[in-house]
Each structure stands twice: as structure tokens, then as C-alpha cells.
């Protein structure tokens, strides 16, 4: 359960997620990049879905267009776009509006691509940077004034909430109540260990936090430590698209996070204050503690991406999407998940919206986003229901968002509070007799302070016998409760399905029996936790896995599942995502549906309106790494072996990371005189050790390395060993 069990430590304050955007390919058909084989283009490629297209511009060019067997499409280089320094300052300017611009001539070719797939799958070219509003972004994840703003116990049958507006129990909850939290290098160093990676670059379905230290300390005296630790890998377990109903995604949306800290990898975890404290309130649960258990939620995500003049006058800026971070810390036991939280899954899949949002200039009726309750029965006469409303907890922006007019940006340029939604009631069946909890949405009962200070968790203690049973046997149902009218918003899916491997790492060739990298190095499979009304599914059921391919060069799928096949699965089963040698085209987003989830059973589209399959987080993703034969650089009895000079490292290795990541070359400029020589080759074998998987100083950031370009690396730095 880890996120449900107590006692739970609540922190809060601000996150900067300092994302790169150049890899988001968003101006697609305009492109530089391909995730797909994670190969940069220059020139930059401009894209058509039919070479008519281009050949009937009028222009004073006349650019070849060639086809790309990949994706089917046909594409032009931007052929005056060719150095790096060019790029440069091309991805910083708007297109179109500079008549002296190189490539000036390739207007007519912009505006064509604008009405052929710049309508179906990007955005609008003329007008705006080709670097997106943060291509200097170099991953890394900070935490900002963030402390802790509750903590909750469960004694006697009750559950207490102290914050620093109750005088706290005892001492040691006193002691918590002074602390802050952060993923640096040590509690005072303002140095982050976490960085962000995307599994598939161009998708914001999913992503891995790497982080190699998370720190509670007290605020005023940092070397006094309660908890210091190297976390597995944050995973993304649910993306919410509409926390806040009144902006727009991806700035209105919200993604919990969750990791785990075994025993081992917490210093000293016999002197630790928090594992002391952890162990003194475990006498209702009575299992003995592996580890921590961490999750934080971001939201409130403000992107500076409207002003299309950012990056003038010309200079590197920092610009990353600024967030609001509410966590919390609490035991990790034996059975529970590394990077999810498993319960009972309220989701909106048929159900009426809470809002309607018009800021689009459009009426866009907005779901509650997903929430996991929990229902822990510990005698027949006594249970908790929890219920996390982390990405569900409703909010309001003041100013709301008008699109055109009214955009903020940045953090302060607008406030928040609960939405006035009136009363969740929580029960068994659609009477409205069967409630046997409730939560106030409303900014009076329950402000946004007060849900912070709990975490955004809800707790009920239940002591009648029938009730629990009934609880236990039947599904839960949410009703939102207003004006004497209510209507039906969550309902709990029949089977929970999740997975701990959800950000998957595979080599083409290899056999997928042989597992995926995931946590680190060692291989592991893709093993599903499945469960019902809370508790595992030990009989197998037949569920449907939806491949969705990750199109070569553009954003999300357009269509339904490009194959579905079924397999009998339990709780704990491996499943099947891959038959005989990984391939390319296995660069996917791999769907887990239950019999009976859609009428019919017909899986829908990867993007629909509202419940999207980022909301089920029942999913995982597979980046496959592409194999390239470097022999003739690696093995010195090819016969036309030669070792690799720089010049070879920047074309199949370093290329890729001056053209999409170019805060790297700001701070390593990739030339000749600064990398051909033994010092730096050493350093990029040691970065490169796929034993720093889970390491903050892991190269390159994004997880793109593939094994071939590793042997590569090797041949290289042996040349000055």
C-alpha cells in the first residue's frame, strides 16, 4: 500500500522541472529529431503527407523532397540550416517573420506544411521558435522551499492530522513538524540529484525522476537529518489531465510520483530519527519495515510558452516549467509495490463531467481525473478507507485561462483554490443510503492549505460490521452532491491493473524472454499487479494488451491500437509485450484492458477526450535502443578496422546531443580541441557505465544510449589508455 499506511510525513512547496523541448517535436511536420532511432537531423526536416504538396508551392527554390520509407511520409531539408551555429539561432527565432532569415526562401514551404500535417499533428510553424519554449532544458528537477506541512498517526482508532496550527503529541512529531524536504546532494548543498526523462522523448505519457538522494532534515539546521537516501527511480504512476479545471493541459494537468528507499540504501538507518519514529507507530500494522516509501504530486504548472520573442535578445536562458509539490513519507513494507500504489481505482470511464471549460473558445467538459482509495480492514468491527486526491483535488485559477488573452506563464501570475464542487459522497451502490463517506469540496471547508497539510489524503475510520463487509464485496461508487442534485463522477473499475517495470528499455535484437532495463542495468520483465476491490486476482482473466507504435517523427498516435492480442494473466504474472527478437517498431505504448472496460470491447484511440489511457495508468512504455554495426571500429581483426576519431564519435554519438540537448555543447562545446584527448574519453566511458543507470550522473540524461554506441564509446577511449 506505501502511500496509504501510516505514520505519513506531508510535505509541500514548489517543484522547477527545467524539461528540454526540442525533443518534443510539438512543430511537427518541422522536425530535428527521431526518437524512434534517436537520431538528430542537420539540416532540420520538413515534413508532407504527399510529395504533391510541396512541388505546387510557389517558390524561388526548388528543394528535393525525398521519401522516408519509416513513416511514409515525404520530407525536404532545410538545406541553409547546416552548422550548429546556424541551428542555433534558428531554433531562438520565429519563422517566417525575418525576410532577411536563411532560410526566408522555405517560407511558402512552411505555410503549405501548415495546412497539410501541421493540421493533424502539430502545431503552428509561422510565428514561433523552433526550439519551443525551453530548448535549453537539461532535465534536472529541484525542489524549492519545500516543507513539511503535516503528519498523520493512526492510534486508538483514530487517525490525527497535526500541522503547526495544533500543538503536536509529542516531541518527535514536534521534531518532524521543523523539517524541509529535497532531492539534493545533501540537505544544504542547493544541488540536485534528480533528472527527468521521458521513456519515448516525444510523448508526455510517461517518465522516469532518476534520483540518487532524497533529504528530511530540520530547516533551520540542516546537518540535523531525519532521512537520507537513495530512492529507485520516481515513477510517473498517473497523469491527471484537469487538476485544475479552469486552465488547459498540459499546465492544468498533474502526475503523482512514487518511489521506494529499501533499508540498505538509507545510511545508518539504525540512527535514523524518521526509521525510529516509523517503528514506534507500527502497532497496527505489525509487518516489519523494509524501507521508506516516497511519492510527491506536481501541479499548478506554469510553462512560459506564449511569447514567441522569449529567447530575444539572443542568449541562453533558463526557462523551466514551474510547478506546486505536495508529497508524502511513509513506511514501505514487505509485498508492496517499488513505484506504484495499488488499491482500488475510482475512475471517470462513463461517467458526467464536473465542469466545462471554455477557455479554448470551446466548450470542453472536463472529469474528475482518477483517484486510488484504499480499504484496509483490521478487525471485523474496524477498518480505514483512505482515498488519495492528489490528481484529483479539484482547483480553480484566478485569472482563469482565456486562450489569446489571458495566458500566465509563470509562478504569480495567477492564484488557486478548491473548486466549489459541492460534496463527494462515497458509496456502494447508486442510492444515495449506501454512502458511508464524504468529502466538502469547497474552498471554505476544505482550502487548499488544509488539503495540503494532509497530503491531499482523506481518511475515514469505519466500526460497523456490515458496513465494512459491504465495502469490502461491493464497488465504490462517487457522487458529487450539489443544490439538491447530484450526479455520478468516479466509479471503481473492476480490476486495478498496474505494473512497477511501466518505463521500459530494450536492445533490437534481443530476445524479450531475457527482460527489459527498467530499475538499473539488470534485465527484469514486465510483471502486471492485478487486483479487485483491493485484493490480488490469483485466478487468472483475460485482459487485451494495445500496442500503440510510436510514430518516427511526430507526437501521440492519431489511431486505435496497432495490434491487440489477449493474454490469461494473475496478479504478479509476466506479460508477453514482445515475441521473438525485439524490434524498432516495438518503441510503444503497451495498453492493459480488462474484458468488458469499453462497450464491446473496442480499445479506443491513444488521445480522447477527458479519460485517456495516461488517466487508467494501466500501461507501460518500451523505448527499444536501435543496433548499429561499428565492427570496423571495435574490433581490430575486421579488415577494415580503424579506431573511431572524434569525427566518427560526433556524427554516431555526440551529434544527437549538440542538435536536440544544447545546453550540453553550451557547457562542452562538441569540437575537436575539446574532447579528442584522454581525459575526456575516460570521463564519457565512466558517465556512460550502464552501472550508473539510477545515478544522477549518468550520460547522456536522456536514457538514449544504446549498447552498440556504448561499445563504441569504449573502442574510443581505449585508443588513449
Not at 107 to 134: F, H, M, R, S, T
Not at 199 to 208: H, L
Amino acid at each position: 500500500m506505501g502511500l496509504f499506511d501510516f505514520p505519513r510525513i506531508h510535505f509541500s512547496g514548489k517543484i522547477d522541472i527545467n524539461v528540454p523541448t526540442i525533443n518534443n517535436s510539438y512543430y511537427f511536420p518541422l522536425t530535428m529529431y527521431d526518437q524512434t532511432r534517436s537520431k538528430a537531423f542537420l539540416p532540420p526536416r520538413l515534413y508532407f503527407s504527399d510529395p504533391i504538396i510541396p512541388k505546387q508551392v510557389q517558390s524561388a527554390i526548388d528543394p528535393k523532397i525525398i521519401h522516408d520509407a519509416d513513416n511514409g511520409y515525404w520530407y525536404m531539408e532545410i538545406e541553409p540550416i547546416d552548422t550548429i551555429d546556424k541551428l542555433r539561432k534558428w531554433c531562438r527565432t520565429p519563422l517566417g517573420k525575418d525576410p532577411k532569415a536563411k532560410d526566408a526562401a522555405y517560407n511558402p514551404y512552411y505555410e503549405a506544411a501548415d495546412k497539410d500535417l501541421g493540421n493533424v499533428e502539430g502545431a503552428v510553424l509561422i510565428g514561433n521558435p523552433p526550439g519551443y519554449w525551453n530548448m535549453y532544458g537539461d532535465m534536472s528537477v529541484k525542489m524549492l522551499d519545500t516543507k513539511v506541512s503535516g503528519v498523520q498517526t493512526y492510534q486508538g482508532g483514530k487517525v490525527n492530522t497535526w500541522t503547526e496550527n495544533n500543538p503536536s503529541q509529542t516531541k518527535e512529531i514536534g521534531e518532524l513538524l521543523t523539517c524541509a524536504f529535497n532531492l539534493d546532494t545533501k540537505p544544504d548543498s542547493g544541488i540536485s540529484t534528480a533528472v527527468i526523462a521521458e521513456t519515448i522523448s516525444s510523448q508526455s505519457i510517461y517518465a522516469n525522476i532518476f534520483c540518487s538522494s532524497v533529504n528530511l532534515f530540520k530547516e533551520t539546521e540542516p546537518d540535523q537529518v531525519f532521512l537520507q537516501g537513495k530512492p529507485f527511480r520516481f515513477s510517473a504512476m498517473i497523469y491527471g489531465s484537469w487538476r485544475v479545471v479552469n486552465w488547459l493541459p498540459a499546465m492544468a494537468g498533474s502526475a503523482r510520483w512514487v518511489s521506494s528507499i529499501p533499508m540498505d540504501s538509507i545510511p545508518d538507518s539504525e540512527q535514523s530519527k524518521l526509521i525510529s519514529f516509523f517503528e514506534s507507530q507500527n502497532n497496527y500494522d505489525g509487518r516489519a519495515l523494509k524501507g521508506v516509501f516516497v511519492s510527491f504530486t506536481t501541479f499548478e504548472v506554469f510553462e512560459n510558452r506564449y511569447d514567441p520573442e522569449l529567447y530575444q535578445p539572443e542568449r541562453i536562458i533558463r526557462n523551466p516549467a514551474q510547478a506546486t509539490t505536495v508529497g508524502s513519507i511513509s513506511p514501505w513494507y514487505e509485498d508492496d509495490m517499488k513505484s506504484a500504489v495499488s488499491g482500488r481505482n475510482l475512475i471517470a470511464l462513463n461517467t458526467q463531467p464536473i465542469f466545462i471549460n471554455t477557455g479554448n473558445n470551446a466548450e470542453i467538459p472536463v472529469q474528475m481525473t482518477p483517484a486510488i482509495a484504499s480499504h484496509r480492514k483490521l478487525s471485523e468491527t474496524l477498518s480505514i478507507f483512505s482515498v488519495d486526491m492528489g490528481n484529483s483535488w479539484p482547483e480553480l485559477m484566478d485569472p482563469p485561462f482565456q486562450v489569446d488573452k489571458v495566458q500566465p506563464a509563470k509562478r504569480g501570475e495567477a492564484t488557486f483554490d478548491t473548486l466549489n464542487l459541492g460534496t463527494l459522497s462515497f458509496r456502494t451502490g447508486p442510492d444515495s443510503s449506501t454512502e458511508f463517506a464524504s468529502i466538502e469540496v469547497d474552498p471554505i471547508n476544505n482550502p487548499l492549505s488544509k488539503v495540503f497539510g494532509q497530503g491531499c489524503l482523506f481518511d475515514f475510520v469505519i466500526t460497523d460490521p456490515a458496513t465494512i463487509d459491504t465495502i469490502e464485496n461491493e464497488y465504490i461508487y462517487v457522487y458529487t452532491v450539489s443544490e439538491g442534485s447530484e450526479k455520478l463522477i468516479l466509479k471503481e473499475s473492476t480490476y486495478m491493473i498496474l505494473t512497477d517495470e511501466k518505463g521500459l528499455y530494450g536492445e533490437e535484437g534481443d530476445d524479450p524472454d531475457e527482460g527489459y532495463m527498467s530499475f538499473s542495468e539488470q534485465k527484469q520483465p514486465c510483471r502486471l499487479r492485478i487486483f479487485q476491490r483491493g485484493k490480488p486476482v490469483v485466478q487468472p482473466i483475460e485482459i487485451y494488451i494495445a500496442e500503440y507504435i510510436v510514430p518516427e517523427a511526430a507526437n501521440d498516435p492519431l489511431k486505435g491500437p496497432d495490434n491487440v492480442w489477449t493474454q490469461l494473466v494473475a496478479d504478479k504474472d509476466i506479460v508477453n509485450l514482445v515475441s521473438n527478437q525485439i524490434k524498432i517498431k516495438n518503441t510503444a505504448v503497451y495498453y492493459f484492458v480488462y474484458k468488458g472496460q469499453y462497450p464491446d470491447d473496442v480499445i479506443p484511440t491513444f488521445t480522447t477526450s477527458n479519460y485517456t489511457i495516461m488517466d487508467t495508468g494501466s500501461f507501460a512504455t518500451l523505448r527499444v535502443y536501435p543496433k548499429k554495426d561499428y565492427e570496423k571500429y571495435t574490433n581490430p581483426n575486421h579488415p577494415e578496422y580503424a579506431p573511431p576519431t572524434f569525427e566518427v564519435m560526433y556524427e554516431e554519438v555526440f551529434k544527437l546531443y549538440d542538435v536536440v540537448y544544447p545546453i550540453m555543447a553550451e557547457i562542452h562545446p562538441f569540437t575537436k580541441e575539446a574532447w579528442e584527448n584522454g581525459i575526456m574519453a575516460g570521463l564519457v566511458k565512466q558517465r556512460t557505465n550502464p552501472s550508473l543507470w539510477n545515478d544522477v550522473l549518468y550520460m547522456g540524461r536522456s536514457r538514449e544510449l544504446s549498447q552498440s554506441q556504448r561499445e563504441l564509446i569504449l573502442a574510443w577511449a581505449k585508443k588513449y589508455e
